[in-house]
Each structure stands twice: as structure tokens, then as C-alpha cells.
């Protein structure tokens, strides 16, 4: 069985499931946020249900349009907390918050081996940590949180081979977006990624992260690397409950295998509107841009923000170019702070906000205008994600994104540092 | 019986399109129907009649989970999607809300803007009147039918939750 087979079976109480079965598996954790947690909550209440099966699995973030943006996001807010308050759940809002996809695993609440749903459709981060965490919509998260489990049908998996290692300023999102390009955005509809191969044995957690984050862009349910020594040191500490480490057995099938010589990979840059336009960014040619976005649940991790500052310091950005850093969570922010990255940030002409999601889906805190060009480390660059529908949305790594900010237009980082 | 004029649409349609994320504050389908598919087609909600049909390429409703965005195509009076292939989250949410929708290539093929379709769901029969051809989408499996037979996912949690009431009661296991 594939790790993905292999956590279902453990889940719905079977020794083996096949592709294509629909079974009902037990959930270790329903999540959802600000963007999608009332419907879910009328739906709840829809479906006669009083009591969430056990209070102790349901989580609230508080993350998409927080602080509040408006009148309206306020209410939502409170919606959401008057229903944690009277079901005893766990709540997370502004202060102690963070996305929530950097922010559950901080805290320890999704763990290797464990089924994940969430309001929420980057939900496949989790797999990082070898968890089948996948995003669902609100009846579904409602349903969730009144029975403690959830149907599926077994996806079959592909397995990504990751071969050699990468060039500096190459991480985990050029991987991903590479890996996009190559199988399409519909490339593993209805099935699971399995990240493997040296490349990614060496590589570190935060990068993990991006690559399970982004593997919804190419349709899959989830995107999941096998647990190792890594895995274990990140949740050591933070775990507050036992785990599974699951593997995938060596005959496992999958539907099929993709290979990827990583070494002469160069960082790259996915173009309007698709993820899956992604192109090595000395291919980009002339691109001037008025907003560069460091941060989101795909890249707003300590690790993200070093880079990004060791691109910026003693550098300024463009007089041209907004350059709004967001770190991913309160205990992000802190490290950074402590790392002296934010002071970098802020001498380098850079604005950094509170944990959020912000200017990722258009909400707030750097909403794109009409005609203008966005460069964004963050996941999707769809007509209007970030704002006007005129405007043009470019993906790519924090070091291309913070030595794009200094030079006003997409460049690669040794143009900046030098080589 | 669904009848209804077709607005055609292309591979790939991510949610994002169907309904902007901003408006994830939003919860009733008529208000987010009048904002359906603005991004990519500002007069949609002013085009359509109660009881269209919308017909799109591959990866229809790709991207976010957010459920507003079937519940936005319901608002805006759409019966039925019929596309190529379905994002998963994308099914699943249309399924759960009982948004009727439809996998067949062929009818995608073989259907014109604008053209009147008759659509029986319970064969999975697409009968374009319009150009008087007849097309059969994949029957869903039994335990999807299983939901859109109870009426989406409220009302099959509604009675499994009024059956382990009816159990308590009775002292059953």
C-alpha cells in the first residue's frame, strides 16, 4: 500500500483499502477558519447536531481577514466564537493566531499519521508531516465536527522522485512549482502526491511545508512525505498526544512515477494566471513590478523570512515597489524579531504586517489595483485572487520575491548578491 | 425534468472565478449569485434565467473549497453543471448542497452556447433540444447517488442523527 493507503486503512478500522473504494474514516482533527466557518456552523446547526463529537478535535483560526477588516468580518468573528464558547473548542484569534496552516502544526495539533479535514483548501499542507489532511467545504467540515468522521474515496497516488540536489536560492517552492508545470493543474485530480527522492530527504521542514501546501494547484486530495528524522525533531516538543508513523511499503502501486533531476534546476517564477505557467525565472525577460508579497501559508515560515532577509539586508527596495513581508504566525513573528529579521525588513523599505492571510486572497493588507503587477510568494495567481481582475499575479521563492522587491522588477537572486 | 439555455464555459474554471475570495464573508446564495462569475465575465448575473445551464471544459471549480462558490452558481438560478471533469473539492461541495452536476465530455463536445438542453437526472440523459442529440453522463456511484437520492449532505445527516436518537431510545446498540 501507498502512505496515503496506508493511513486510510488505519483510519477506517480495515488492513488494506484499494483505490477507488469509498470508505468512511475516523478524522483526528476538523479544522476551519474566518473564510469559511459559518457556513459550517449553520450547516451544524441544519443538520440537528448540538454537540461536535469531541471538542477536543475541533479547531477555529481566526486568520483570512483578521484583524478585522470590516464590519462584516467582525460578525463573522463573533458568529465564530459564541459557537467555540458554547461547543468548548478550541479558538484561535488575533494575538495568539497565525495562518493556519503554520500555526496548527506549531502547536503541535496535527501530527504524523493523522486524518486532517479542513474548511480550507490548503489543508494538504499537514502532509509535510506525513498526515492525510485535505480540504473539504463547509457542509462537509459541519458534518466532520457532528460525527468524527468523513467519507472518501481512496485515491490512488503518484510518486515524485526528486533526484541530485538544489542550486542555492532553489527550495522547496521551485520544486513544487516545477513539479505544477510539468503534471498540470488537474495533473492528480482526485489523487495524492507522495514527495520522495534524495532532494527531498535533505530538504528542511519549512520546505516541506511549501511542497504539501501546493500540491492542491495540481488537483491532488494531498501531497505527503514519509516521516524521517526531520519529522520527528519538528513535532518532538510539540506533540501532546501520541502518533502514528506510517511508510509506504516498498511494492506499493501507484498510478504512476514522475522523476525530477533537481541540480540544474534554477529558481523559478510561474506567470499569470496558472500556477502550472511556472518558468525559470531568467526566462521571465523585462517584468517591473508595483507589489511584492513575502509571506502566506506556502511561504511564511522562519526559514522564508531568513532567506528573504538575507537578500534585503543592507539593501533597499525599489522606490517603485509596495514590499509587504507577513510573517505566518505569532511565534514566526517573535523568532524573526529575535533574529533581528524584522528590523531588516523595516531599514529596507519594507512594511511588516501581523499574522494573516491578508493580501494573498484579496482581503486586505495589500490589495492589488487594476493594471498593476503583483510578484507573491504566496500559492495561487488566478484572475482576481488578489484584488482587481486586471491585474497580474506572479509566483515565486522569497529570495526572488525579496531581490525582485530591490530591483523593481523579476530578477534572479544572484543579480542581486552576485554569484 | 431540468430544462434550460446553456452558458458556455472553458477548461479550467478555479473558484476564484466563480466567486471572488474576498466575498468569503458572505453566506446567502441569492447576494453571491449576483456576484457569480464577475471576474471573468462581469454581465453573467444579468445574462441568465432562473433555470439555466452552465457547460464547462475539464477542472470546473478548481482552487478553494470555499463552498460559496456551488453556492453561488445555486443563487444566481443555475439547475446544473455539466463539465469535462470536476475539481474534487469543487464535486464533493456541489454534491453536499444538492447542486446537480454532471460529468460528460461528449455533451460538452457537442453543445453550442445558447443551446436548450433537457437534462433527465436520474438516467444521467443530457437531450440537446437545440441540435436534437441525446448524450448519457457516467452514473455516480451508489454511495454518491446515496446522498443526492437523500437530498445533499444536511438532510443525510439529518436522518442518521434522528436514527441514533430513535436508538437511544429504544436501547439498541
Known amino acids: 500500500m501507498t502512505l496515503a493507503e496506508k493511513i486510510l486503512a488505519g483510519h477506517a478500522g480495515r488492513k488494506s483499502v484499494q483505490p477507488g473504494e469509498f470508505i468512511t ?3 483526528d482533527l476538523v479544522m476551519s477558519t474566518d473564510a469559511t466557518g459559518v457556513i459550517s456552523v449553520q450547516q451544524f446547526r441544519n443538520m440537528g447536531a448540538e454537540k461536535v463529537f469531541d471538542p477536543a478535535k475541533v479547531v477555529l483560526v481566526m486568520d483570512h481577514f483578521v484583524p ?7 460578525e463573522t468573528v463573533k458568529t ?9 473548542i478550541l479558538f484561535y484569534d488575533v494575538g495568539r493566531s497565525g495562518i493556519v496552516h503554520v500555526l496548527l502544526p506549531e502547536q503541535g495539533l496535527v501530527l504524523p499519521g493523522d486524518v486532517v479535514v479542513g474548511g480550507d483548501s490548503h489543508t494538504c499542507t499537514y502532509g ?6 485535505t480540504g473539504m467545504g463547509s457542509t462537509d467540515i459541519a458534518f466532520a465536527m457532528a460525527f468524527g468522521e468523513t467519507w472518501m474515496k481512496v485515491p490512488a497516488s503518484i510518486k515524485l522522485v526528486y533526484r541530485g540536489q538544489p542550486a542555492r536560492w532553489v527550495g522547496g517552492k521551485d520544486l513544487i512549482l516545477s513539479t505544477i508545470a510539468q503534471i498540470g493543474v488537474e495533473g492528480a485530480n482526485y489523487q495524492v502526491l507522495e514527495f520522495t527522492g534524495e532532494a527531498i530527504e535533505t530538504l528542511d521542514m519549512d520546505d516541506r511545508f511549501t511542497m504539501a501546501n501546493m500540491a492542491i494547484e495540481a488537483g491532488a486530495k494531498a501531497g505527503l512525505f514519509t516521516p524521517d528524522a526531520r519529522t520527528v525533531a519538528y513535532v518532538q516538543g510539540r506533540a501532546k498526544r501520541q502518533y502514528t508513523i506510517y511508510q509506504p511499503d516498498p511494492d506499493a502501486a501507484y498510478a504512476r512515477t514522475v522523476e525530477f533531476d533537481v541540480s540544474s534546476l534554477e529558481p523559478q517564477v510561474a506567470l499569470p494566471h496558472s500556477p502550472a505557467n511556472a518558468i525559470p525565472v531568467s526566462h521571465a525577460g523585462t517584468v517591473e513590478i508595483d507589489q511584492a508579497v513575502i509571506g502566506s501559508c506556502t511561504n511564511g515560515r522562519l526559514n522564508d523570512l531568513r532567506t528573504a532577509a538575507k537578500v534585503l539586508a543592507g539593501r533597499q527596495v525599489h522606490p517603485r515597489v509596495r514590499c509587504i513581508v507577513v510573517p505566518g504566525s505569532q511565534e514566526v513573528y517573535l523568532m524573526a524579531l529575535r533574529e533581528g529579521h524584522i528590523e531588516t525588513f523595516i531599514k529596507s523599505g519594507a512594511v511588516v504586517s501581523t499574522p494573516t492571510c491578508g493580501p494573498c486572497p484579496g482581503g486586505h493588507m495589500g490589495v492589488v489595483g487594476a493594471g498593476e503587477k503583483c510578484l507573491s510568494t504566496t500559492n495561487r495567481n488566478f484572475v482576481g485572487r488578489m484584488g482587481s481582475p486586471q491585474a497580474e499575479i506572479y509566483l515565486a521563492n522569497p529570495a526572488v520575491v525579496a531581490a525582485s522587491a530591490v530591483y523593481g522588477r523579476i530578477v534572479h537572486p544572484d543579480e542581486v548578491i552576485g554569484k | 425534468m431540468i430544462k434550460g439555455r446553456v452558458h458556455k464555459f472553458a477548461d479550467n474554471i478555479d473558484t476564484d472565478a466563480i466567486i471572488p475570495a474576498t466575498l468569503a464573508n458572505l453566506t446567502d446564495p441569492d447576494i453571491l449569485g449576483r456576484h457569480c462569475m464577475e471576474n471573468i465575465d462581469p454581465d453573467f448575473g444579468k445574462r441568465i434565467r432562473s433555470g439555466d445551464i452552465i457547460v464547462a471544459g475539464s477542472n470546473f471549480g478548481c482552487g478553494s473549497s470555499r463552498e460559496i462558490a456551488p453556492w453561488a452558481i445555486k443563487g444566481a438560478g443555475i439547475t446544473c453543471v455539466i463539465a469535462k471533469s470536476f475539481a474534487r473539492i469543487f464535486f464533493r461541495n456541489a454534491i453536499n448542497i444538492a447542486l446537480p452536476v454532471l460529468e460528460c465530455p461528449a455533451a460538452v463536445e457537442g453543445t453550442a452556447d445558447h ?3 433537457e437534462i433527465d437526472l436520474s438516467r444521467g440523459e443530457i437531450h440537446n433540444l437545440s441540435q436534437d442529440t441525446v448524450f448519457t453522463a457516467a452514473p455516480y ?4 447517488a446515496e446522498l443526492v437520492t437523500a437530498g445533499g449532505l444536511v438532510a443525510y445527516a439529518r436522518e442518521r442523527l434522528k436514527n441514533i436518537e430513535k436508538c437511544k431510545m429504544q436501547n439498541c446498540q
Not at chain 1, 478585522?68 to 467582525?74: A, H, K, P, Y
Not at chain 1, 509535510?128 to 489532511?133: F, K, N, P, Q, R
Open chain 1, 25 to 27: 474514516v475516523k478524522v
Open chain 1, 68 to 74: 478585522s477588516r470590516n464590519l462584516e468580518s467582525t
Open chain 1, 80 to 88: 465564530l466564537r459564541d459557537f467555540a464558547d458554547r461547543q468548548g
Open chain 1, 128 to 133: 509535510a508531516l506525513g498526515a492525510l489532511a
Open chain 2, 115 to 117: 443551446d436548450l438542453l
Open chain 2, 141 to 144: 456511484p451508489d454511495f454518491i
